[in-house]
């Protein structure tokens, strides 16, 4: 049987693509088709970066051209996510050669900020961009046990005659923490002035490179460091970690506020609910809301911003990060569909931030709700 393009595109107007509500041919999601006597090769892009949409659109554009065209045809699908471009939105005292700085905060501490940064740094770089972490929780660094770094040492090293630290990287990511700095077995007794100056010369005085994203993992509450944070550098936006019970979303609420207020004026992205239901492994269909049920959405909805991510209570999750295996990186897990998907959803409310917003700037308090800074 011959066959030509246009019954390929025909066969292929029949399938969806992932999350995008339109069909492959009307999404200009076939970017190539090459036909060799029986041989098929097609390219196709999607947005979805799950490993999950993209086996579905392969076995599904291999599925329509066997059943409306000649089961015979070696087809082959080369399946490629399309990564959003991110424009450079920092303005102020910039930090060469990173495009996007995105503070991950919480109200308060125990609802697995940490971890949701980690994973999210992680399902970054599976989508193929340059990522950085600065882990700014001083008195409680966590990030070189979750990377499994914790005995490594960041090195001098010489940028135009200048010595800096040279971040250690891991999983793709680049990373610095206190805890690369101070002995484990000793608790940080800092003033906040130490600890904004420690925090200065980790964001300065280190070689970065070039990042699409800085990450930067900020300690439980609203404090010192927050506020060091936006006076240091212009913070592109902020996710917001919370767990779905009463008491965690109400210190979630003062987060978002605190990023809201006049004089901060930081984009909040969205909130990303951690912990938000439990499946047992013998009933995995089932949830069982433990913290509560849609804490999050209801109050991602009171407070105009997104939902980006409902993250279930696994015990993988945990355990990938006591041996610095981010659970993301698990291949065709749904964990890591959960954390891609709520990466996915942070870029897109990043996309529409840097399309309706001005560039951020840096922010100059003399004071703050009574406190001097």
């Keep these: 049987m011959s066959f030509k393009k246009q019954d390929i595109l025909s066969a292929l107007e ?9 069909n492959l041919v009307e999404s200009n999601s076939i970017t190539n088709i090459v036909i ?11 947005k979805n970066p799950s490993l999950q949409a993209k086996k579905k659109t392969e076995v599904e554009v291999m599925k329509a051209i066997h059943d409306q065209i000649d089961q015979k045809i070696d087809v082959k699908v080369n399946v490629k996510v399309e990564i959003p471009q991110i424009s450079n939105t920092i303005k102020g005292n910039e930090i060469p050669g990173v495009k996007n ?36 929780d001083v008195y409680g660094p966590s990030m070189p046990i979750m990377f499994g770094v914790e005995k490594e040492r960041p090195l001098s090293v010489d940028v135009d005659g200048k010595s800096k630290m040279q971040p250690i990287e891991n999983h793709g ?12 077995n000793q608790a940080v007794i800092w003033r906040g002035a130490m600890a904004s100056k420690a925090l200065n010369q980790m964001i300065f005085d280190a070689n970065w490179g070039e990042l699409d994203f800085l990450l930067v993992d900020l300690p439980p509450g609203t404090g010192d460091i ?52 439990f499946s047992p492994e013998e009933l995995p269909e089932n949830k069982y809301y433990i913290f509560g049920k849609d804490g999050a959405k209801n109050l991602a909805n009171d407070l105009d911003t997104a939902l980006l991510g409902e993250i279930p209570l696994v015990q993988s999750i945990r355990e990938s990060g006591d041996v610095g295996y981010p659970a993301a990186l698990q291949e065709n897990s749904k964990i890591a569909e959960a954390f891609a998907q709520t990466t996915k959803n942070m870029l897109s409310q990043l996309v529409k931030r840097n399309e309706n917003l001005p560039p951020t700037e840096i922010v100059r308090i003399t004071t703050m709700s009574g406190c001097s800074t």
């Design 14 to 22: 029949k399938i969806t693509a992932p999350g995008e509500g339109k």
């Design 36 to 46: 060799f006597n029986k041989e098929v090769i097609i390219d196709v892009t999607i």
């Design 101 to 136: 700085i995105i503070a991950i905060a919480s109200g308060k501490g125990g609802v697995g900020k940490s971890t949701v940064a980690t994973n999210i740094a992680v399902s970054l770089v599976k989508m193929g961009f340059s990522v950085g972490v600065l882990d700014a």
């Design 173 to 184: 990511v680049k990373m610095l923490s206190l805890g690369f700095f101070t002995d484990p």
């Design 226 to 277: 927050h506020l060091s944070m936006v006076q240091a550098v212009p913070i592109t936006g902020a996710v917001i970690v919370s767990t779905p019970q009463n008491i965690a979303l109400a210190d979630a609420k003062r987060g978002v506020a605190m990023f809201q207020q006049e004089n901060i004026s930081v984009p909040v992205l969205g909130i990303v609910e951690n912990m938000s239901y």
